[in-house]
């Protein structure tokens, strides 16, 4: 079915075509005419932000909470750069999104005319694909595609620059949602060579490991299921990176908790001993390696991956899988099935037994406070009170988060949304807000510093707007604490710029946004304030005052091995600021 | 490529770096002919820190807007690895092949050199021309252009020649370079 109607009726079309019932975004000049068809229409429901940085987010955290398309739209020019932290985000994270921007029309182009930037090539290496579409016969194909590119192998975000005489002329609509406009068809199913030999490897695996990642949700919760499935088929120990948390429960027996920088002992060191390591769906990112060439030394290394650039990339494997992490624990689960392995019982009983020295060391034990609250303590608490509700957490960048990833458990997916691989500061509140209007009845809580707080702060407005009662649970230390902290461990403790002067008072901060302030400083509080903050059915700032000197720990000091960590209970003053030699300072 | 368990390599390598089998290799990559994709491909090498030697594109096929690239680039097998799936990776990128990998592959290059002077030396760059079976495409009372085709290593030499004899400027096409054998990539 074809039908004649103009570029910005168009862009609407498309979105109700592709099932979108909810947008992100900031008029402006150049989209206009789009405006002028939401205003229109009811399908779908547009989410007014206060920074187009913020819609970015907020699509991100839609679409990681739900599996879905997250879509923003932004105007040309200053619209579209404020745009480019969130794209280059959601590309480390391979987050599906769909951002519209509009731009000069076609005849200006080259002009310097007013707000106009070079959209496409200033998103070009932020975005998977990008398009300038400059015929209005090009752009259903390019719409369509645009999802389509989105969200086929590995995600990512896109991005379709519209000028503005597009928008306003007329052509031929077509849906061709299901239509392929590129040759862009990576393989999901891998061979079953591959399926094979990682079958023999695991089976006579005596020490064996699983290292999975966001590329588990990503692949959607038939992937989940079957991860499940197989920990329990195989009886494998199991660690996730930050962006892979929920994809197995953190209540599971098998589970040893976050590897990487942050992450668990025993993760750690199990992954540094095993002898076989299954890397499903993640990348060998330079947080989980530590120093390569001290990196898991006498594993063979199975690596399951969509995407054949991220094998080999950091750490050279013995076999690649490249497929879908669902299609190909499929086909594992039943050559193991049908291979009946018999496993080295007393070689596995043994690694578990190691694995439970390790865990003894209990190396999330934090010194407790019985006047000013820890911040380990309270995320512990607010664990506690809300596990068993319909929670999703999202938090900011830095001390927070790792706290956040320790000591909040989780045990589901897509419950989690935090920006690991670009480490975006502000991402929280708008990704808690994307979150919330996609769940409408559930608890979304984002874990923030108060420092990260502020960079998106304007989007507690839009919260308030959009009736969106999400939580802003600050973990107010006073101090950009993992920069102090990395202060502390490179620079002999010189604080340089890391005190957060001249706090704004949260609370009336809140009262301001027409939004709820909530204060806590002592410990005896705590429960009752986090149980006030549930109660309450709008946007909240809890400002929770916790030491200002807490440092995170398990931590891997940069250019070290797994085996060289630093535990917190134990580590002295001395030993943290001379953690890392010269070699490791340059590093990030 | 050998695979050795347990034997690492990457960027994140506190060591220097090895030199050790770092060597060029010459690129195909088919490629939608599309507004921009000149700019991600060399986007993806200048972001990503890899190296390009030579690059020439131009549409090979019009009616399926297909473009040729051949890229010359430098590095470790490894790396060159990494080259090819991350080009593999552009939407717009139907194939990408390592002809040095193939085999011998067949390699030209054109070049345009302009020389001027006059009496011995003129008569020395008509000589040294003749010998490379360089064409005249142009000559005035005391200049010539040279048109020479060849692989890039003889374009080489004859460049390095003719900057005693007058060199002006020069021009190179860059590589355009084939597989041997019947079949294509
Ligand atoms: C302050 C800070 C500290 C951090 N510390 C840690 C830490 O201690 N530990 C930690 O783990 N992280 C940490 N991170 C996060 C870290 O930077 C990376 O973002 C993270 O480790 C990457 O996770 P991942 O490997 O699961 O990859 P992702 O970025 O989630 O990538 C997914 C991988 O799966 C692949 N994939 C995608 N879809 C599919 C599919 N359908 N099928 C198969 N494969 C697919 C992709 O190609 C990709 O290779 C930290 C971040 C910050 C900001
Ligand atoms: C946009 C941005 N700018 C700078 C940084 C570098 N950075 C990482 S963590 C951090 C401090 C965060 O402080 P806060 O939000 O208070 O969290 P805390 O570490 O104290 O829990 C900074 C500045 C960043 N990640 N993002
Ligand atoms: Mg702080």
């Given at each position: 079915?074809?039908?004649?109607?103009?570029?910005?009726?168009?862009?609407?079309?498309?979105?109700?075509?592709?099932?979108?019932?909810?947008?992100?975004?900031?008029?402006?000049?150049?989209?206009?005419?789009?405006?002028?068809?939401?205003?229109?229409?009811?399908?779908?429901?547009?989410?007014?932000?206060?920074?187009?940085?913020?819609?970015?987010?907020?699509?991100?955290?839609?679409?990681?909470?739900t599996g879905k398309v997250g879509v923003a739209l932004a105007t040309s020019g200053p619209g579209a750069t404020n745009m480019v932290t969130a794209l280059t985000d959601a590309l480390l994270d391979s987050i599906p999104m769909v951002c519209i921007t509009g731009q000069v029309p076609t005849t200006l182009i080259g002009t310097d005319a007013f707000q106009e930037a070079d959209t496409v090539g200033i998103t070009r290496p932020c975005t998977k694909h990008n398009w300038l579409v400059r015929r209005i016969e090009d752009l259903p194909a390019i719409l369509h595609e645009a999802f389509r590119i989105a969200t086929t192998g590995r995600p990512g975000p896109v991005l379709v620059d519209i000028p503005k005489n597009i928008q306003f002329q007329t052509g031929t609509y077509e849906n061709c949602k299901d239509k392929a406009l590129t040759q862009y068809h990576p393989a999901v199913k891998a061979p079953d060579a591959a399926i094979r030999e990682a079958v023999e490897l695991m089976a006579a695996a005596k020490k064996p490991i699983l290292y999975t990642g966001?590329?588990?949700?990503?692949?959607?919760?038939?992937?989940?299921?079957?991860?499940?499935?197989?920990?329990?088929?195989?009886?494998?120990?199991?660690?996730?990176?930050?962006?892979?948390?929920?994809?197995?429960?953190?209540?599971?027996?098998?589970?040893?908790?976050?590897?990487?920088?942050?992450?668990?002992?025993?993760?750690?060191?199990?992954?540094?001993?095993?002898?076989?390591?299954?890397?499903?769906?993640?990348?060998?990112?330079?947080?989980?390696?530590?120093?390569?060439?001290?990196?898991?030394?006498?594993?063979?290394?199975?690596?399951?991956?969509?995407?054949?650039?991220?094998?080999?990339k950091n750490v050279v494997v013995d076999l690649p899988i490249v497929g879908d992490v669902g299609?190909?624990?499929?086909?594992?689960?039943?050559?193991?099935?049908?291979?009946?392995?018999?496993?080295?019982?007393?070689?596995?009983?043994?690694?578990?037994?190691?694995?439970?020295?390790?865990?003894?060391?209990?190396?999330?034990?934090?010194?407790?406070?019985?006047?000013?609250?820890?911040?380990?303590?309270?995320?512990?608490?607010?664990?506690?009170?809300?596990?068993?509700?319909?929670?999703?957490?999202?938090?900011?960048?830095?001390?927070?988060?790792?706290?956040?990833?320790?000591?909040?458990?989780?045990?589901?997916?897509?419950?989690?949304?935090?920006?690991?691989?670009?480490?975006?500061?502000?991402y929280g509140l708008p990704a808690a807000i994307g979150t919330q209007l996609a769940h409408p009845g559930a608890l979304v809580i984002d874990i923030a510093g108060d420092a990260s707080i502020q960079m998106n702060i304007q989007e507690m407005s839009t919260a308030v707007q959009h009736n969106a009662p999400v939580k802003a649970f600050i973990l107010n230390n006073q101090y950009m604490g993992m920069v102090r902290q990395w202060q502390q461990l490179l620079h002999g403790n010189r604080l340089s710029h890391s005190y957060v002067?001249?706090?704004?008072?949260?609370?009336?901060?809140?009262?301001?946004?027409?939004?709820?302030?909530?204060?806590?400083?002592?410990?005896?509080?705590?429960?009752?304030?986090?149980?006030?903050?549930?109660?309450?059915?709008?946007?909240?700032?809890?400002?929770?005052?916790?030491v200002s000197l807490a440092n995170c720990f398990p931590m891997i000091p940069s250019g070290k091995a797994h085996n060289e960590m630093l535990l917190g209970a134990d580590v002295s003053d001395e030993e943290i600021e001379t953690a890392i030699g010269t070699a490791g300072k340059v590093l990030v | 490529m050998m695979i050795v368990a347990g034997q690492s390599q990457s960027a994140y390598f506190l060591e220097e770096e090895l030199p050790s089998t770092e060597r060029s290799h010459t690129l195909s990559v088919l490629v939608d002919n599309e507004p921009g994709v000149l700019a991600r491909v060399v986007g993806l090498f200048s972001g990503r820190g890899y190296n390009i030697e030579s690059l020439t594109v131009s549409e090979i096929e019009h009616s399926s807007h297909m473009s040729r690239i051949t890229i010359v680039t430098t590095g470790r097998p490894p790396v060159i690895s990494q080259i090819m799936h991350q080009l593999g990776r552009l939407v717009p990128v139907h194939k990408v092949v390592n002809l040095t990998w193939a085999g011998d592959a067949l390699e030209r290059e054109l070049a345009l050199v302009k020389v001027s002077g006059k009496g011995e030396i003129r008569d020395e760059a008509l000589r040294l021309a003749q010998a490379f079976s360089a064409r005249i495409v142009d000559a005035t009372l005391d200049s010539y252009v040279f048109e020479i085709t060849g692989a890039p290593a003889d374009i080489d030499r004859f460049v390095g020649l003719m900057k005693d004899c007058g060199l002006v400027e020069l021009a190179r096409t860059g590589l355009a370079a084939l597989a041997r054998g019947r079949t294509g990539i």
């Open positions: 079915m074809t039908r004649q109607m103009t570029g910005a009726e168009m862009v609407i079309q498309a979105l109700i075509d592709q099932g979108v019932d909810t947008i992100f975004g900031y008029p402006g000049g150049a989209v206009l005419p789009i405006f002028d068809e939401l205003f229109q229409q009811e399908d779908v429901r547009h989410i007014l932000v206060r920074h187009e940085q913020g819609a970015g987010h907020a699509a991100e955290g839609y679409a990681r909470s966001g590329g588990v949700i990503n692949s959607g919760p038939k992937a989940v299921a079957l991860l499940r499935d197989f920990v329990k088929l195989t009886g494998f120990p199991i660690t996730s990176t930050l962006m892979g948390l929920g994809a197995y429960p953190a209540s599971g027996r098998n589970w040893l908790g976050m590897l990487g920088m942050h992450g668990t002992y025993e993760a750690n060191l199990a992954m540094h001993d095993c002898d076989v390591m299954v890397c499903v769906g993640a990348r060998f990112d330079d947080r989980i390696t530590g120093r390569i060439d001290a990196f898991s030394p006498n594993s063979k290394k199975i690596h399951i991956d969509i995407d054949p650039s991220s094998i080999n299609h190909v624990l499929e086909d594992l689960i039943a050559a193991w099935n049908a291979r009946k392995p018999v496993q080295d019982k007393a070689a596995h009983a043994a690694w578990w037994k190691q694995i439970d020295g390790w865990r003894a060391k209990k190396c999330l034990t934090y010194r407790p406070s019985a006047e000013a609250i820890m911040p380990q303590y309270a995320i512990e608490r607010l664990h506690a009170l809300t596990a068993g509700r319909d929670t999703y957490i999202t938090t900011e960048v830095g001390q927070h988060q790792m706290w956040a990833a320790q000591y909040y458990h989780f045990d589901e997916p897509n419950r989690f949304m935090t920006s690991g691989g670009l480490g975006t500061m502000g002067d001249s706090q704004p008072d949260f609370v009336r901060l809140a009262e301001a946004y027409g939004a709820v302030g909530i204060r806590c400083s002592k410990p005896a509080d705590l429960d009752d304030a986090i149980e006030e903050m549930i109660r309450i059915d709008r946007p909240v700032l809890f400002d929770c005052h916790v | -």
